[in-house]
């Protein structure tokens, strides 16, 4: 019997609905969402606070990590494309991996496309990904749910600590420095337990610009 034969399979990854979002599945095949994943990761701003294991810098290497990450996982990590609840519009996204199942931990990050940004996306998404990792019946139902951005993303420490992540200390050089996979930078550390209460709201989107 090979490895592959006795491996879990991957849990399948619900919906998630709420705050006039839906969080759904990543989906490959579809050219919207290929295109959504390639610009919010060659985004300059994206680049400025995140480096990713892959740099992908064409559409070839982004449908891989695309792929990579919408695989899905036997121990309940899963990758969601933010989309608006109400035109299906791809505003950014936001994952859960878990890192320990024996200590029930994991980690959750975000991003949102250019043209999504200033109207809450990041809060309400992290809202909904945060209860699913840590409560919902059909999610992984972690003890600890951690989040970390780099030092001086003074953006990421508000939206962390508005869905009830409070900031636990810094992380020294624990990620590599913007485009670069040879020096480190600091992280800033926040997490949220099982046990917290949920985050007071309402967490209301801000209407689109015209």
Do not use: K, Q
């Not at 060659?42 to 294991?53: G, I």
């Not at 891989?64 to 519009?89: H, I, P």
């Not at 859960?96 to 996306?121: F, I, N």
């Not at 990792?133 to 992984?140: K, Y």
């Amino acid at each position: 019997m090979t490895d592959a034969a006795i491996r879990p399979a991957p849990r399948p990854v619900p919906d998630l609905h709420g705050h006039g979002l839906l969080l759904r599945p990543w989906d490959p095949d579809s050219e919207a969402d290929l295109d959504a994943w390639f610009r919010g990761r060659a985004d300059p701003d994206f680049r400025r606070w995140n480096t990713p294991l892959s740099l992908a810098t064409d559409r070839a290497g982004a449908l891989d990590s695309l792929r990579t990450a919408a695989a899905g996982s036997a121990d309940g990590s899963a990758a969601y494309c933010v989309t608006d609840a109400g035109t299906g519009a791809v505003l950014g996204h936001a994952g859960v991996t878990v890192v320990s199942r024996r200590m029930d931990y994991g980690l959750v990050g975000y991003w949102v496309l250019p043209e999504a940004r200033g109207r809450r996306v990041a809060v309400r998404a992290l809202v909904l990904a945060a209860r699913w990792a840590l409560t919902a019946p059909d999610g992984p139902r972690l003890h600890r749910l951690e989040l970390g951005h780099a030092v001086g993303h003074d953006a990421s420490c508000r939206v962390a600590e508005r869905c009830g992540f409070p900031a636990e200390g810094t992380l020294r050089g624990a990620m590599w420095e913007a485009g670069r996979h040879d020096a480190y930078r600091d992280v800033h550390l926040h997490a949220r337990l099982a046990t917290d209460p949920e985050p007071d709201g309402p967490f209301t989107p801000t209407p689109a610009p015209v």
